[in-house]
C-alpha cells in the first residue's frame, strides 16, 4: 500500500481487525521510510457479469428497484425489501467468487422473494425466465402449489390454515 504521506510504495501492516460485522477489515499500517501511520478500509469487491459481457459492481439497490417493480401493489415493504436483498447479497457473495453472472443474481432474488409474495415472484419469473405462454404460467403455479406448506393449502397465498400465524417456511 502507498503511504499517503511520503508516497513510499511500501507500507506494513501493525493491526487489522475486521469491522461490519466482517464485511470489511481496517488495518493499520506503518510506512518504513517517513515512519507515519495511517489507516485503510478494505471491502471484497463483488462484481456482476451482465450478459453484455460488461462487469459492474453488485448494488443492493438494484435488486431492490427490481424486486419493488413486481412487488408494485402488494403489501410488501420497503423493510422486507431490503431483508431480501441482503440476502441475496449473502447468497451471491457464498459463492465465493469475485465474479457472479447476473443470471445468478436473478436465481438469488427468486428463492427469497418466492416466500416474501407468490404473486410478485410470478412478476419476477415470468420476466426473469420469459414466460411465453399461459402454459409457462400454469406450470409455475403448479410448482408452487407443490411447494407449499400443506397448512397453507386451503388458504390464500403466504397465509397459513386458519388460527396459524406461521406462514409458509422457507426450505432448509
Same mark, same amino acid.
Given at each position: 500500500?502507498?503511504?499517503?504521506?511520503?508516497?513510499?510504495?511500501?507500507?506494513?501492516?501493525?493491526?487489522? #481487525?475486521?469491522?461490519?460485522? @466482517?464485511?470489511?477489515?481496517?488495518?493499520?499500517?506503518?510506512?518504513?521510510?517517513? @515512519?507515519? %501511520?495511517?489507516?485503510?478500509?478494505?471491502?471484497?469487491?463483488?462484481?456482476?457479469?451482465?450478459?453484455?459481457?460488461? *462487469?459492474?459492481?453488485?448494488? #443492493?439497490?438494484?435488486?431492490?428497484? @427490481?424486486? #419493488?417493480?413486481?412487488?408494485?401493489?402488494?403489501?410488501?415493504?420497503?423493510?422486507?425489501?431490503?431483508?431480501?436483498?441482503?440476502?441475496?447479497?449473502?447468497?451471491?457473495?457464498?459463492?465465493?467468487?469475485?465474479?457472479?453472472?447476473?443470471?445468478?443474481? @436473478?436465481?438469488?432474488?427468486?428463492?427469497?422473494?418466492?416466500?416474501?409474495?407468490?404473486?410478485?415472484?410470478? %412478476?419476477? !419469473?415470468?420476466?426473469? %425466465?420469459?414466460?411465453? *405462454?399461459? !402454459?409457462?404460467?400454469?406450470?409455475?403455479?403448479?410448482?408452487?402449489?407443490?411447494?407449499?406448506?400443506?397448512? !397453507?393449502?386451503?388458504?390464500?397465498?403466504?397465509?397459513?390454515?386458519?388460527?396459524?400465524?406461521?406462514?409458509?417456511?422457507?426450505?432448509?
Amino acid at each position: 500500500m502507498r503511504c499517503p504521506f511520503c508516497h513510499s510504495p511500501d507500507s506494513r501492516v501493525i493491526d487489522s #481487525r475486521e469491522t461490519d460485522e @466482517g464485511a470489511t477489515t481496517r488495518r493499520r499500517r506503518s510506512c518504513p521510510i517517513c @515512519g507515519r %501511520r495511517f489507516t485503510t478500509v478494505e471491502e471484497p469487491v463483488l462484481a456482476v457479469v451482465k450478459r453484455s459481457g460488461v *462487469s459492474e459492481p453488485f448494488d #443492493r439497490n438494484k435488486v431492490i428497484a @427490481g424486486v #419493488r417493480r413486481a412487488c408494485q401493489g402488494r403489501p410488501v415493504d420497503e423493510a422486507q425489501l431490503a431483508v431480501l436483498a441482503a440476502k441475496v447479497e449473502d447468497a451471491v457473495r457464498a459463492t465465493g467468487s469475485a465474479e457472479v453472472p447476473s443470471n445468478e443474481v @436473478g436465481l438469488a432474488i427468486l428463492g427469497p422473494l418466492r416466500y416474501l409474495d407468490e404473486v410478485a415472484y410470478l %412478476r419476477f !419469473a415470468s420476466v426473469y %425466465r420469459s414466460f411465453s *405462454s399461459a !402454459a409457462d404460467f400454469e406450470k409455475e403455479i403448479a410448482e408452487l402449489k407443490r411447494l407449499r406448506p400443506a397448512s !397453507a393449502a386451503g388458504g390464500p397465498p403466504g397465509q397459513g390454515a386458519p388460527g396459524d400465524d406461521a406462514g409458509p417456511v422457507p426450505p432448509s
